[in-house]
């Protein structure tokens, strides 16, 4: 018997983002690294911000979607996945927020040290 599994678009989203995570990760072992979000295109141009401009060396996009809400959902699930499973090499000290700006969030992105 074939069995039909429903996969939400949350669900789905964070499968996909912690597939890259890992990914990363594994390729900059031990390495400090940070989750975010922003709208600003393309993404990169964060690095520029004077928060990451002497700290972090490399961003990689995790997901993208036009839903700034999925997006900070994405974002506070994957800060808390981190404090759980990156102990000591997470560096995001909040938990992520749900944000109502003008600007739209399309991407939840990981920085690198």
Do not use: W
């Amino acid at each position: 018997m074939n069995k039909i599994i429903k996969v939400t678009k949350e669900q789905n989203a964070f499968g996909i983002a912690t597939r890259h995570l890992y990914g990363i990760l594994s390729e900059n072992p031990n390495r400090h690294f940070k989750i975010g979000k922003t709208g600003q295109v393309p993404p990169e141009k964060r690095l520029e911000n004077e928060d990451y401009k002497y700290t972090y060396r490399r961003l990689f996009v995790l997901y993208i979607d036009d839903d700034s809400d999925l997006i900070s959902s994405l974002e506070i699930d994957l800060i808390q996945y981190c404090h759980n499973n990156f102990k000591g090499l997470c560096d995001n000290d909040n938990r992520g927020e749900i944000e109502t700006t003008e600007e739209p969030f399309n991407c939840v992105y990981v920085v690198i040290q």
